[in-house]
């Protein structure tokens, strides 16, 4: 990668005798840097035993005169360091340097620049650098702008010198030789010139290879065994220039011996300076060598290419390989037992070149065994747990090719001894029951994690129990084996899970069997899961966690009496002398209320609802069992009763006054008795309450136009007044209460759709009820039209039958009326129960019709007039009885006639085309109508597409028919 400095600033560079613009450029990756002089000096003509080094005036070149009018010639040398480019790729080097003055700008004069030896102490005129090669000539002045810039390109001589090391570069600037006398040709200029470059470290290769085998090479007189199949070419880099993002490398590869077949790829970064490239190894034929390389390449230079790597192709698979074992013969027969290892070999199956083996169980192959020398066979040890196994094994060359996979299925006899655990926790007594059904079985080992195998007598009957002690919390492997003498016949094993937690027990809060009550007094029994335990912590879900202390057997009881109704978690842990503490026991359990439950979704406990008279359903339930009945009261009301269905029951009661009122409900229960009472307080909202039989209450009714009565109910006490607002009018209006503390107004709805009615009363005080919104719906009066056909595409043509589809929200109406195009009016009754009224027409003429409709009440009352536009075309129509359009007829090889029939005026003929095939045509007689006939040569459907032309050459829109020749 190259880091690229920016410029300073912009400047002019004459570069021959064209003007370029250098600007401040955006970071790239290579270096950019602009090196500026390390000494400098002139000499003069007219002093040419002195030398000026490093003065602080400027540098003259060419001829000029001093104050006393005599003539100098001079001539600049400037010293740089070069060393930074040693080893470096460069890609730009321009010296640079500014003007100060010219004795003449109207004219190009040509400026040298030389590379010279380096300047010495004692440089003068009469003893100048020696020039060894001109850098070039550029003109300044002209066009170019004067005073400016002078710019030479220096990349080849840099180059050069930063490849032989050298640390210096040294140039003379100066007026050729025929001009240096002329005092036209005389400059000054700024001693300060800079060389800018942009140069690259190239990057180098350390190490070529395989993915895999990892990193392998080959050489050529022992090159990696490949298989014919991808493999990915591997190259790592390294690269002076630390910021260098953009590795990537370059692979190439041939035949040995047939480089003409060289092929080159380039990789993928994958970050480290390394890159891989996927190779096709497939594409050489087996037993080929092939040589292959890299190089790296940083977006910019490339290294030199490696050394090469060689891999001889295998494109051959070993061959199945064979398997045995004499524990365990492929027989059919149950051999050996459960747990029971055995020794199974496999062979390679002359495959000479066969390296190892996988296996594995059920058709995955994931164990490795090596074999000792290529084609050796090998031999493993495998226990089988299972009545039924099989083993899968395959083998693999040196190329990595595999074999096909083998099975082998074998049989095994069920010797694992049963083992039944009971953890009795940490450091307390545990068991361990084992029997076995295998006859002549006379001990059992068993053995706890790392523990040293314990041997224990087996019982007559087969069985023994042993008792065991489990020092530490966590899973621990059990290996129990069986043995008839000194001969393991079978074995069982298994991760025993050991916790410390305490076992917590209750008979009063015992879920799903028994439910603890509110009020009712309870008790857990906590019991250790260690040993040592002389206190319990516990905690009801997330109460603080509170102590009781262990009776002198570790235990300890737990009274409590709940309060609230509740699925609960009682955490609990134990404390040990030694301050060990137990993991946490949840134990969960539910606690039930013995008073009823009360709900209801009009009147909520919490906030103001409903209002006086409305009615509300409120529903009982409870948990306890032998429910009766429930016995209920509304405020100082009657008690009344009500039958539960199973434990549930819903009444319905209507408040009689707002603010608060209190619903208190009781369980009886089958025995007589009754449950605490459950009191259930909420609010009435204190809103009045609107009524309206023409327009009820979230629902619709009426129309525009059509006056409705509202009656206002008083939700609270001495109401005189009631200020109402109807949405859309905005304006509030105020009507007197009766004595009875009613009013009832009359609204005549402007527009269809919900409206808003909010009503407040006043008392004689002035004080102000709570706000009711009333929302109901005027009834649209139109008749809504829909159909295929709309104003804006034509459809159809003349003779079509158009469906259109009328409904409207006045339910009153029983018929309606239509009619086209201003035509006689025409009437359909209203469908039955259904929305929407289906009303046929045919198409009278093309461009623009008009549907119009209303609605007629059995009363003879009309509903406004609705006019539907729509659009006509020119399409002619297609009939046939033989293949009805859409349907399943006919048959293959049954004939049909299709007769078509002209859309609009003067159709002369039709063309016609069947499933996109070639046209046809046909003339149409005098009225505009033709028959063709057509015999399906296949079921399935089929589609006729036709259109008319008029006798001036007008086509018409098309129109497609589409059928079903049935399977006959």
């Known amino acids: 990668m190259r880091v690229r400095r920016l410029l300073a600033a912009s400047l002019g560079v004459v570069l021959g005798a064209g003007l370029v613009s250098v600007t401040a450029a955006p970071a790239q990756a290579y270096q950019q840097q602009e090196v500026g002089k390390s000494g400098w000096a002139y000499t003069d003509s007219q002093l040419p035993k002195k030398s000026f080094l490093n003065t602080s005036g400027d540098a003259p070149i060419g ?82 702008t004067c005073p400016g810039y002078l710019a030479w390109d220096i990349m080849p001589a840099l180059q050069k010198l930063a490849k032989q090391g050298k640390k210096t570069l040294t140039v003379e600037i100066r007026v050729p030789h025929g001009y240096e006398g002329n005092l036209s040709h005389g400059r000054k200029l700024r001693p300060f010139p800079a060389i800018r470059s942009e140069f690259n470290h190239a990057p180098t290769v350390t190490q070529i290879g395989l993915e895999f085998p990892s990193w392998s090479c080959g050489t050529k007189d022992k090159p990696q065994p490949v298989g014919a199949r991808n493999y990915a070419f591997m190259v790592r880099g390294a690269d002076a220039d630390p910021n260098d993002y953009n590795y990537n490398g370059q692979f190439a590869a041939w035949p040995v011996g047939h480089e003409d077949q060289r092929s080159e790829l380039f990789g993928s970064s994958y970050g480290g300076a390394l890159s891989k490239v996927t190779w096709d190894m497939g594409q050489y034929p087996h037993g080929t060598v092939v040589e292959w390389t890299a190089r790296a390449y940083d977006g910019h230079d490339y290294s030199s290419w490696a050394k090469p790597c060689f891999v001889k192709i295998d494109g051959e698979r070993p061959a199945t390989p064979l398997i045995s074992s004499v524990k365990y013969p492929d027989d059919g027969q149950s ?9 199974f070999t496999v062979k390679a199956n002359g495959s000479s070149d066969v390296v190892g083996y996988y296996w594995g169980r059920f058709g995955e192959t994931y164990n490795y065994v090596a074999a000792p020398r290529p084609g050796a066979d090998v031999t493993f040890e495998y226990t089988p747990t299972s009545f039924v196994e099989y083993l899968s094994v395959r083998s693999v060359d040196s190329a990595s090719n595999s074999s096909e996979v083998v099975g082998y299925r074998f049989y095994v006899k069920s010797t694992a001894p049963q083992v039944q655990v009971t953890v009795g926790g940490v450091d307390l007594p545990s068991k361990l029951a084992i029997s076995t059904n295998v006859e002549g079985v006379t001990e059992f080992g068993y053995r706890i994690g790392d523990g040293a195998e314990v041997r ?72 250790p899961g260690r040993a040592g335990v002389v206190a319990y912590e516990y905690a009801f879900l997330y109460d603080e966690l509170q102590r009781i202390d262990a ?26 002398a030694d301050g060990t503490v137990s993991e946490v026991e949840q134990y969960q359990f539910n606690v039930i209320d013995t008073k009823p439950n009360v709900s209801s979704s009009t009147y909520y406990e919490y906030g103001a609802w409903g209002g006086v008279g409305i009615a509300g359903e409120f529903n009982f339930d409870t948990a306890m069992p032998d429910v009766d009945a429930y016995v209920y009261r509304l405020n100082d009301g009657p008690e009344q009763i009500t039958d539960p269905e199973y434990s549930w029951a819903r009444v319905t009661l209507t408040p009689d006054h707002s603010g608060s009122n209190t619903l208190t409900v009781r369980t009886r229960f089958l025995d007589g008795s009754f449950s605490p009472t459950r009191t259930y307080t909420f609010e009435v909202s204190d809103a009045p309450v609107v009524t309206s039989s023409e327009y009820p209450e979230n629902a619709e009714g009426g129309q525009p136009g059509q006056s409705g009565r509202f009656t206002f109910n008083p939700g609270r006490s001495g109401t005189v007044e009631y200020r109402y607002v109807l949405e859309y009018s905005g304006e509030e209006q105020v009507v007197a209460a009766g004595p009875d503390g009613k009013a009832t107004i009359e609204i005549t709805p402007a527009h269809p759709g919900y409206t808003l009615l909010t009503v407040t009363s006043r008392t004689a005080d002035g004080t102000a009820s709570a706000e009711r919104r009333y929302y ?37 109406v029983t018929t309606f009326e239509y009619q ?8 359909v009754p209203k469908t039955p129960d259904a929305l929407v009224t289906d009303i046929s027409v045919t198409m009278d003429r093309n461009g623009a019709n008009v549907f119009s409709v209303r609605g007629r009440t059995e009363a003879g009352e009309y509903t406004p007039q609705t006019d539907y536009p729509f659009l006509v075309g020119t399409a002619p129509r297609v009939s046939s009885t033989t293949y009805p359009e859409s349907q399943w007829a006919g048959g293959v090889g049954v ?23 070639e046209p046809a045509t046909v003339a149409a007689n005098a009225t505009g109508v033709a028959t063709v006939t057509y015999t399906p040569t296949s079921t399935s459907s089929h589609t006729f597409s036709v259109r008319g032309r008029t006798a001036d050459g007008v086509w018409t829109d098309p129109t497609n028919y589409y059928f079903l020749v049935d399977f006959s």
């Open 820 to 827: 086209l195009n201003g035509g006689v009016w025409q009437s």
């Open 456 to 527: 224990v007598p087996v019982d007559a009957d087969g069985t023994t129990d042993v008792p065991v002690v489990f020092t530490q919390s966590g899973v621990v492997r059990l290996q129990v084996r069986s043995y008839v003498g000194t001969e393991m016949v079978g074995a069982y094993s298994e991760d025993v899970r050991v916790r410390d937690t305490p076992v917590v027990e209750s008979a009063d809060f015992a879920f799903p069997d028994h439910d603890g009550v509110v009020d009712r007094a309870g008790s857990f029994t906590f019991r």
């Open 335 to 343: 051999h050996g037992g459960s747990g029971v290892p055995g020794t």
């Open 551 to 576: 009776a002198a057997d570790g235990s300890a009881v737990l009274r409590w009496t709940p309060t609230e109704p509740n699925w609960y978690t009682l955490n609990v842990r134990s404390i040990s």
């Open 895 to 917: 004939p049909g006639e299709f007769t078509f029939a002209q859309g609009s005026p003067g159709v002369v003929e039709f063309e016609y085309t069947i499933d996109g095939g």
């Open 63 to 144: 001829a000029w005169t001093d104050a006393g009018g005599k003539k100098h010639k001079s001539r600049s040398y400037f010293s740089f360091d070069i060393s930074r480019f040693s080893g470096t790729v460069i890609h730009k080097a321009d010296l640079v340097i500014a003007e100060r003055s010219a004795a003449d700008c109207a004219s190009a004069q040509p400026v040298e620049l030389w590379r010279v030896d380096e300047i010495k102490a004692t440089t003068s005129w009469d003893s100048a650098p020696r020039r060894r090669e001109l850098l070039g000539t550029v003109q300044a002045g002209g066009e170019a």
């Open 776 to 812: 109901f719906r005027v009834r649209d009066p139109r008749v809504n039209v829909s159909s295929a056909y709309d104003e804006y595409t034509p459809r159809g043509g003349i003779g079509a039958v158009g469906r259109f589809g009328v409904y409207t929200e006045i339910g009153e």
